[in-house]
């Protein structure tokens, strides 16, 4: 078991390896770079940065425990087909006319290169803050009975929160790992972190990121 709170995950006392999914939410150049989307609207990206040591370390003790790897990326079709006159608004609002920021077409849509993708991942693409809105990754996961789900990434309070608050609405388990996921507003994210553990545990469990790799490496050596 994983060493958490409100509990220790899973609940049952049952990690196995091929039921369970690492999920790295939107590590994108858009988020991440000085001149990306995250930056031009007046955010410090170097929060976001900073977890990305401990999300390696995560991906390779996963990769060696055998979990699934799921990356996803958030952005909108090159001809922007699938914007809404609403999101077309916001995008003026905050300066983006006229760029390819957020655009599926971009350099700023691929994820950053600090981040080790094999061909074995698999790729969301979305369009909203949630994974599971408009894209295959509850076909992919009920396909590979994918039961538990790890979650890492950005940003804690939007994509990685509406993402878990979808996954657990679909009786996945969910444990939330508090320093391998970032937000531009600390504010945020501590309160996004709060909110994983009300009502003893209402969206799933927390943990850190040395607990879970300690229970994956112990995995790791139990398949060798």
């Known amino acids: 078991m994983i060493k958490a709170t409100p509990f220790d995950f899973p609940y049952?006392?049952?990690?196995?390896?091929q039921s369970t999914a690492l999920l790295v939410i939107d590590l994108q150049e858009d988020f991440l770079s000085p001149t990306g989307y995250f930056a031009r609207t007046g955010y410090d990206p170097s929060p976001l940065r900073a977890i990305l040591a401990a999300v390696n370390r995560l991906i390779a003790a996963a990769?060696?425990?055998g979990l699934t790897i799921i990356h996803t990326r958030q952005g909108y079709r090159a001809d922007m087909a699938d914007m809404t006159p609403y999101e077309k608004w916001r995008r003026k609002r905050a300066g983006l006319d006229g760029t390819d920021i957020l655009l599926r077409s971009?350099?700023?849509f691929q994820i950053v290169a600090d981040i080790?993708?094999?061909?074995?991942d698999?790729?969301?693409d979305k369009t909203c803050n949630g994974a599971f809105t408009y894209t295959d990754l509850e076909l992919v996961l009920r396909a590979r009975g994918i039961t538990h789900l790890l979650f890492t990434g950005c940003t804690t309070d939007v994509c990685v929160h509406t993402t878990l608050r979808e996954a657990c609405d679909r009786n996945f388990q969910c444990l939330t790992i508090a320093d391998a996921c970032?937000?531009?507003?600390?504010?945020?994210h501590e309160a996004a972190l709060h909110m994983v553990t009300v009502e003893?545990?209402?969206?799933g469990a927390l943990a850190d990121s040395e607990a879970v790799i300690a229970a994956l490496s112990r995995i790791a050596e139990e398949r060798d």
Request: net charge negative.
């Open 106 to 108: 971009s350099p700023g």
């Open 122 to 124: 698999i790729i969301i």
């Open 182 to 188: 970032a937000s531009g507003d600390r504010q945020a």
């Open 200 to 203: 003893d545990g209402v969206f």
């Open 63 to 65: 990769r060696a425990a």
């Open 12 to 17: 049952d006392g049952r990690l196995v390896p």
């Open 116 to 120: 080790e993708t094999r061909p074995e």
